[in-house]
Nanobody, 120 residues
Framework: EVQLVESGGGLVQTGGSLRLSCAASGLTLDGHTIGWFRQPPGKERERVSCISSTDSSTSYANSVKGRFTISSDNAKNTVYLQMNSLKPEDTAVYFC?????????????WGQGTQVTVSS
């Protein structure tokens, strides 16, 4: 069974940093497209960042460009999301997911999410 487990969320003040981890079991993340998503309270889920399996290119939502960085550690079978200069509007449940060949492909395996709360 393939499982994704997110960790690293928590409460942080505005301007602070967190690093989220997405650890996989039952599958090797290398060679898969991995996305980070978030869902703020009462809002729809949005894609925050993605790393493509096709060419390892990365993409970011405009709202997080320059502040968030996606990376992977194949030896640990883990993908990270480094989040710096956090803002209250970054408050959300963050999910990682496995998708198809490209970041625009559907994502069909999801983790349970980790809560990030940024206080003002």
């Amino acid at each position: 069974e393939v499982q994704l487990v997110e960790s690293g969320g928590g409460l942080v003040q505005t301007g602070g940093s967190l690093r989220l981890s997405c650890a996989a079991s039952g599958l090797t993340l290398d060679g898969h497209t991995i996305g980070w998503f978030r869902q703020p309270p009462g809002k729809e889920r949005e894609r925050v960042s993605c790393i493509s399996s096709t060419d390892s290119s990365t993409s970011y939502a405009n709202s997080v460009k320059g502040r968030f960085t996606i990376s992977s550690d194949n030896a640990k079978n883990t993908v990270y999301l480094q989040m710096n200069s956090l803002k209250p509007e970054d408050t959300a449940v963050y999910f990682c997911a496995i998708g198809g060949s490209y970041c625009e492909s559907p994502f069909d395996i999801w983790g349970q999410g980790t809560q990030v709360t940024v206080s003002s």
